[in-house]
């Protein structure tokens, strides 16, 4: 059985090609894609590379698609489920899986970067990384739950609590994300975005000024945005690093007295959970998180270029790729 599917054989090149679908292992399932969502990691992982990525690689790590063949050992799942795909796969051992912080597990394998992803027809996953869409819910939606996830795993590491005020640098997909998922918990979020476009929709700020809050995270990888976040803390305020910076502008320098005398935290946030993607795809399907009107781009994944073209100069919010 053969799949068309884009390739990255080396870095800052892709091609539409068509490659064999390997044979299932027990505990594994065959996916047909109905869709995947584009994000700026994407851009970064074909253009400049990426520290998990391996080559060559079928990119793509948010994923919703049917079962169409299950492995020897799966009797969970049954073939024409619609299904969400968590992209990491972990250990279950090691001291980060036991705390059940899984996305830091030492032998994590991601979709997209380790393994195969879902810029394909076809895409193969362990069972216990699969988890079925809820009745009802699309899979245009469902898709949102790999950055919904994301921004989660960001919130719980903030300690963010009801009546917090949360400023957020950055009013792209994530930054949204982020907004609408603090709110439903109860959060007083405020965007700090200098494009105006993103910034009107999201009713913010271009800077912050003087304003200082409860929590801060940066969801756009701008050096100047972590000056600002770092000097809006509230005293017991938490910074969250959300986005990477360049290697070559990843260090900032920070007064550690006023995160002494201000009893300030510095977190740092990196993909997401298991239990993160349950609780996304829970939030979507009842509404608590909106993100249909999100979705700027349905485009085919041959049109993958000029895709990448949108997200390299911020002309959309959500892409959605259909094979």
């Known amino acids: ?175 949204t994300l982020l907004a609408r998922a603090s709110l439903a918990m109860g959060a007083e979020p405020l965007s700090i975005e200098p494009d105006r476009r993103r910034r009107e929709i999201a009713k913010g700020i271009v800077s912050c000024g003087s304003k200082k809050f409860d929590v801060c995270i940066v969801a756009v990888g701008s050096r100047q945005a972590y000056q600002e976040a770092v000097m809006a803390m509230n005293p017991r305020g938490r910074l969250v690093i959300f986005s990477g910076l360049h290697p070559s502008e990843d260090e900032l320098p920070i007064s550690l007295n006023q995160l002494h005398y201000h009893e300030q935290t510095i977190v740092g946030a990196y993909g997401c959970s298991f239990r993160h993607s349950v609780q996304a795809l829970h939030s979507i399907a009842t509404g608590a998180v909106t993100v249909e009107d999100m979705i700027s781009h349905r485009m085919a994944l041959s049109n993958l270029d000029e895709a990448l073209q949108i997200v390299e100069h911020r002309q959309g919010m959500k892409i959605l790729l259909y094979p």
């Open 1 to 175: 059985m053969e799949m068309s599917a884009m390739l990255v054989r080396k870095i800052g090149a892709f091609e539409l090609t068509t490659v064999p679908v390997r044979d299932l292992e027990d505990d594994e399932v065959l996916i047909e894609v109905e869709v995947t969502g584009l994000c700026r990691t994407d851009l970064k992982l074909i253009r400049i590379g990426h520290r998990d990525l391996t080559l060559p690689r079928i990119p793509g790590e948010e994923v919703v698609g049917v079962i169409r063949k299950t492995g020897g050992n799966v009797t969970a799942l049954q073939e024409g489920c619609r299904v969400y795909v968590y992209p990491g796969l972990w250990c279950g051992r090691c001291p980060a899986c036991r705390s059940g912080a899984e996305n830091l597990c030492r032998g994590m394998q991601i979709m997209g970067f380790h393994r195969d992803g879902g810029f394909a027809e076809y895409v193969i996953a362990s069972a216990k990384s699969v988890i079925p869409v809820p009745e009802g819910l699309s899979a245009e939606l469902a898709v949102f739950a790999e950055p919904l996830s994301c921004c989660l795993n960001a919130l719980e590491l903030a300690r963010l609590g009801k009546g917090d005020t949360l400023g957020i640098w950055g009013a792209g997909p994530a930054g």
